[in-house]
C-alpha cells in the first residue's frame, strides 16, 4: 500500500511543487506510472475534476488557489498554511485505486481563507472512476470503464468514453460526444448536448433545452420547460421524447421501420410514404414503413416530425 496525506506529510510525499503565482501550473503533481490505476475516486468542495485516459505521463495533478478571488498570487508558502491549518487534502494508491479527496476541517467563518482545490487525472484507458465535486465542473474523456460522477453546479463535459456511464448535475448543462454503451444523464435546469452517440442513451433536464445530432441509439430525454431538437440517424430499440412546455423537433431515418404515437398541441408530420394509421391536428398515431421500433414523443406545444 502506498499513502501520502499531502496536508499533513508534505515532507515525505515525492511530488513537484510549483510556485502558485501562476494558475495554470499545478501545485503539486504525483506520476501514477507504476500504480497500475484501475479505479479513481475524487472528492472536492469547491474544485473542479477532470479524467483522462492515457497511454502514457500517467498522472495526478493538484491545483490550488484561493476562492474568494482576491488571492491569486498567494504564495505556495501561504498555500501550504492555509491546507494544513483548515483543509484534509489527501492522495492515496492501494490495491490498484487512486483516491484524492478535499475537504475542509471545520465550519469556515471566514471565507476569505477558503481554498478551490482542483484534481486533473491522467490514467489508463480502461479505468472506472467515482468523481464528486460540490460546484465545479467535471470532465471525462477517452474511457471505457464504469463512470460514476456529481457536481452540485458545475457542468459536466462527457467525450470520447465507452461503457457504463452516469452523471449527475444540479444545475449545469451536459455536453456529450462519441460515447458507446450505456450512457444516463441528468441536470436540474441546464442544456443538454449530445452528438455521435451509439448505445443507449437516457438524458434529462428540469428546465434546459435539449440538442442531440448524429445518434445510433436508444435514446429517451425531456425537459419541462425548455426546446428538444432530436436527429438520429440510426434507430435503436425505442425514442421516448417528453416536454412539458417547449416544442419537439424529431428526424429520423427513412429506411427503418417504427411504431408512431406523437401527440401535442399541434403535430406536423412530412415525408410519411410508408404511413398507415391516424393523422390529427393533435396526434400521429400508427406505423411507418411496417411498423417496428416505437417511437413515443409527447410534446407540450408542438412536435415537428421529419423522415429523411
Not at 475524487?42 to 490550488?64: F, H, K, M
Not at 477558503?114 to 465535486?133: E, M, N, Q, W
Not at 444516463?184 to 443538454?192: Q, R
Amino acid at each position: 500500500m502506498k499513502k501520502y496525506l499531502i496536508a499533513l506529510l508534505f515532507g515525505t510525499l515525492v511530488v513537484s511543487a510549483k510556485a502558485q503565482g501562476d494558475t495554470k501550473e499545478p501545485y503539486l503533481v504525483k506520476t501514477l506510472t507504476s500504480e497500475d490505476i484501475q479505479n479513481v475516486k475524487c472528492e472536492t468542495t469547491g474544485g473542479n475534476i477532470s479524467v483522462a485516459g492515457s497511454d502514457a505521463d500517467l498522472r495526478i495533478e493538484v491545483y490550488v488557489w484561493a476562492s474568494n478571488g482576491r488571492d491569486r498570487d498567494l504564495s505556495k508558502e501561504e498555500i501550504k498554511k492555509r491546507l494544513e491549518e483548515d483543509y484534509d487534502l489527501t492522495v492515496s494508491t492501494e490495491n490498484h485505486k487512486l483516491t484524492a479527496i478535499a475537504k475542509p476541517k471545520h465550519d469556515f467563518h471566514n471565507w476569505n481563507r477558503g481554498l478551490s482545490i482542483s484534481f486533473k487525472v491522467y490514467v489508463p484507458h480502461t479505468a472506472s472512476t467515482d468523481l464528486r465535486t460540490s460546484g465545479g465542473n467535471i470532465s471525462l474523456t477517452a474511457l471505457t470503464g464504469t463512470q460514476d460522477f456529481t457536481t452540485s453546479g458545475g457542468n459536466l463535459v462527457v467525450d470520447h468514453l465507452k461503457g457504463h456511464i452516469k452523471g449527475r448535475t444540479s444545475g449545469g448543462n451536459i455536453k456529450l460526444s462519441d460515447l458507446q454503451d450505456d450512457i444516463d444523464l441528468t441536470t436540474s435546469g441546464g442544456n443538454i448536448h449530445a452528438d455521435n452517440i451509439e448505445g443507449e442513451l437516457s438524458a434529462h433536464t428540469s428546465g434546459g433545452n435539449v440538442g442531440m445530432t448524429n445518434l445510433s441509439c436508444s435514446v429517451e430525454t425531456s425537459t419541462s420547460g425548455g426546446n428538444i431538437d432530436v436527429s438520429i440517424k440510426t434507430l435503436g430499440k425505442y425514442v421516448k421524447i417528453s416536454n412539458s412546455g417547449g416544442h419537439i423537433d424529431l428526424q429520423v431515418p427513412q429506411s427503418q421501420g417504427m411504431d408512431l404515437n406523437l401527440s401535442a398541441d399541434k403535430v406536423n408530420a412530412t415525408a410519411l410514404s410508408g404511413f398507415k394509421g391516424d393523422i390529427k391536428k393533435d396526434r400521429i398515431e400508427g406505423s411507418l414503413n411496417g411498423g417496428g421500433v416505437p417511437v413515443n414523443v409527447h410534446g407540450g406545444s408542438s412536435i415537428n416530425f421529419s423522415v429523411k
